[in-house]
């Protein structure tokens, strides 16, 4: 009579002998739909910057997640909306352009919205992407019942089979709650291509840290301002140098940013009553960019007008669109 054979034993060597898989995943869905919270939450570090008002991210961040078994580099794009602006107009460019270029595409709808139209119009331009898997990620699960998100659920389901759209996965999740993040990543990471890591291990994202300091700076200042600045605040960081005469052990970073608003009427909204808000942007910005860098911070904040840049060619290359 021959011995059972030892499963936990085979399980465990067919896990040593799988092949290990490395590749590119983007996050795509309507401005707001919790793209960048679920990056951050997947990489276990602030690499994308969140806000409650949409079309906040403007750069492709990635984010990189490693694993034993595989390495996901999360691009989290732009939502995809109708623009009104050249500046919008680039943003979508940019969103089209990486949804050709990734291995997996992760659609996020939120479990508290119906699906409108906007969700339809994407999944339209998502079906002319044949051969990429494409995961349905319900976010924002911490906001409804189990009821609603049953009707979501199956919501979802229905509109791919209208559209004659088959999902690889759906997966409800919540980044806030961490709930389902980890079971995401196990989805995405056998979609990926046999491949060797991609980034060396410790990396969190390729994006440069001027890049990432600007982003930080602008969230801070986006925070504040709510319904009295509509989205026309660009940040760029002019220098960024160790002050020459500090001891070794006591290193201080001078970082010097410009805070670019579109009209002279924006600049006392951002600096606020006796610059109360514009300091404020400082100390809530440089904790972030402190932890960010590993080193103490003095942050020079300046605001400028620069007349209607998200219209503007010139005055989009100079700030980096």
């Known amino acids: 009579m021959s011995a059972r054979p030892n499963t936990e034993a085979a399980a465990q060597q067919a896990e040593n002998t799988a092949p290990h898989r ?3 995943a983007c996050f795509v869905g309507r401005p707001n739909a919790g793209k960048s919270t679920l990056t951050n939450a997947l990489v276990g570090q602030k690499v994308a910057i969140t806000s ?5 991210t403007r750069h492709t961040v990635r984010g990189i997640v490693h694993r034993d078994d595989a390495q996901l580099i999360l691009v989290d794009t732009p939502g995809l909306h109708k623009p009104r602006t050249l500046l919008g107009e ?6 089209r352009t990486t949804w050709a270029e990734v291995d997996v595409i992760g659609f996020c709808l939120p479990a508290d919205q119906k699906l409108g139209p906007g969700d339809k119009f994407i999944i339209k331009e998502l079906a002319g992407i044949k051969k990429t ?15 609603a998100l049953a009707e979501q659920l199956l919501a979802v389901s229905r509109l791919g089979e209208e559209l004659g759209f088959e999902w690889a996965e759906i997966i409800p999740v919540s980044a806030v709650k961490d709930q389902q993040v980890g079971l995401l990543a196990d989805l995405i990471a056998p979609l990926l291509p046999e491949s060797p890591p991609l980034y060396p291990e410790g990396d969190l994202t390729d994006e440069p840290e001027m890049v990432m300091v600007a982003e930080l700076i602008r969230e801070a200042a986006l925070e504040g301002v709510r319904d009295e600045l509509p989205h026309s605040i660009a940040v760029v960081v002019e220098e960024m140098l160790p002050r020459e005469d500090r001891p070794a052990d006591k290193p201080l970073l001078d970082i010097h940013a410009n805070v670019y608003i579109e009209r002279p009427s924006q600049k006392g909204i951002i600096i606020g009553p006796k610059g109360k808000r514009l300091k404020d942007v400082g100390t809530k910005s440089r904790k972030h960019i402190e932890a960010l ?9 300046h605001v400028k007008v620069a007349k209607d ?8 290359r100079k700030l980096g669109f």
Do not use: C, E, H, Y
């Not at 409650?52 to 906040?56: K, L």
């Not at 898997?133 to 009821?147: E, H």
């Not at 860098?293 to 904040?301: A, N």
């Not at 840049?309 to 989009?316: A, G, H, I, V």
């Open 22 to 24: 490395a590749g590119f």
């Open 52 to 56: 409650n008002r949409p079309q906040t």
């Open 90 to 95: 680039r943003l979508n460019d940019v969103v």
């Open 133 to 147: 898997p494409k995961i349905a990620i319900i976010t924002k699960t911490d906001l409804v019942d189990s009821k």
């Open 293 to 301: 860098l590993g080193t103490p911070v003095f942050l020079d904040l």
């Open 309 to 316: 840049w998200q219209r503007d060619p010139k005055q989009l």
